[in-house]
């Protein structure tokens, strides 16, 4: 993959993507070649992201997750979809985002942020692009397996930040930028993934999770919280079924 000729006309995608372009790679998923828009769609994400965080690029590239010069599209996509829970946390009228590193080399949350005077802290996982859902299944019963595969190891760094950080609120973030599944799927969709996973494996799912959040690819974004998340936090949106 070259880099585009015009990427001068996004100073921040020169800066975070000029690395990972000039690689000897192909990655179409990320950037289709008939949609040169995409670096828009990039460069206004990088904008808001940091002025969201109060970073400069150079703060924000230093952050190893966010060197992408290796050329790994997981990585990128990994990335990539904290800043899109940034903003929309924004969208929700979060304060006070910051991104967390790791803390006495203990693996924790990605994100901590406040809301109606209370902590909250978030670990996003994002469903790449590269990754597959199980062959046979619907696109519900796909992103629900594949987030039943991660929630065990979320829920343990969401615990391990709400314990140091004295956070009342803990909110498991999925980024899914699968086509089909971004497509397709509503937020009668997402309520009913959500609802199987409080019903299923004894409820232990979701134990000690208020919230959860899906961003998907096209742009939308489904907040699902508890009785106790909603009365903390007073965002607007469904209740889970469930309590815990």
């Not at 690395?19 to 904008?47: A, M, R, W």
């Not at 859902?133 to 595969?149: N, T």
Request: with cysteine.
């Amino acid at each position: 993959m070259s880099l585009p000729p015009d990427l001068s006309a996004y100073p921040l995608c020169r800066c975070f993507l000029s690395g990972y372009l000039s690689k000897s790679i192909t990655d179409d998923l990320n950037f289709p070649p008939d949609q040169p828009s995409v670096f828009g769609q990039y460069e206004q994400l990088f904008q808001s992201s940091l002025q969201v965080l109060h970073l400069t690029k150079q703060d924000l590239r230093s952050r190893p997750e966010f060197n992408f010069d290796s050329g790994d599209a997981n990585n990128l996509e990994s990335a990539i979809a904290l800043l899109r829970v940034v903003d929309a946390l924004r969208l929700e009228e979060f304060r006070r985002i910051e991104l967390l590193k790791a803390r006495n080399n203990t693996p924790g949350a990605d994100i901590v942020c406040e809301r109606n005077g209370q902590k909250v802290c978030l670990e996003i996982k994002a469903i790449t692009k590269q990754s597959r859902g199980r062959p046979g299944f619907f696109f519900e019963d796909q992103l629900y397996e594949k987030i039943l595969e991660c929630l065990p190891q979320a829920r343990k760094q969401l615990e391990s930040t709400a314990r140091e950080l004295q956070i009342s609120v803990r909110v498991f973030a999925c980024v899914v930028n699968w086509f089909a599944q971004s497509t397709h799927l509503d937020q009668d969709s997402y309520q009913r993934i959500v609802n199987k996973l409080e019903r299923n494996h004894g409820c232990e799912s979701l134990k000690g999770i208020e919230g959860v959040l899906f961003v998907t690819g096209r742009g939308l974004q489904y907040f699902f919280l508890n009785e106790r998340g909603h009365r903390q936090l007073n965002v607007p949106g469904r209740l889970r079924e469930n309590s815990n």
